[in-house]
Nanobody, 125 residues
Framework: QVHLVESGGGLVQAGGSLRLSCAAS????????MGWFRQATGKEREFVAT????????VYADSVKGRFTVSRDNAKNTVYLQMNSLKPEDTAVYYC??????????????????WGQGTQVTVSS
């Protein structure tokens, strides 16, 4: 089992920045691909970004390309999501997720085995 705990959410103004952290505990964290998803009120959960064990081969949703950066530090068992140039439409609950294997279905929540509790990000205009 893997336990994920997210932190770093909060309220920011449009154009500002925020960094989310996802701390993992449990077995074989370094063997897992990690993903970030978000869910706005009244909408379905959507893919944001994913990163492989090595830290390479990152993929981003079109809506966040050029603004968000995902990274990981396996020595610290932590994954990060740096969010810059935030927009009101980025407002959502952000979830960290872990998959045993990286696959071409990284965009689907069903591909992931473990989930964090979510952290609220609110961007004011």
């Amino acid at each position: 089992q893997v336990h994920l705990v997210e932190s770093g959410g909060g309220l920011v103004q449009a154009g500002g920045s925020l960094r989310l952290s996802c701390a993992a505990s449990g077995r074989t964290f370094s063997s897992r691909a990690m993903g970030w998803f978000r869910q706005a009120t009244g909408k379905e959960r959507e893919f944001v970004a994913t990163i492989r064990q090595s830290g390479g081969n990152t993929v981003y949703a079109d809506s966040v390309k050029g603004r968000f950066t995902v990274s990981r530090d396996n020595a610290k068992n932590t994954v990060y999501l740096q969010m810059n140039s935030l927009k009101p439409e980025d407002t959502a609950v952000y979830y960290c997720a872990a998959a045993v294997y990286y696959s071409d279905t990284y965009f689907s929540p069903s591909n992931y085995d473990y989930w964090g509790q979510g952290t609220q990000v609110t961007v004011s205009s």
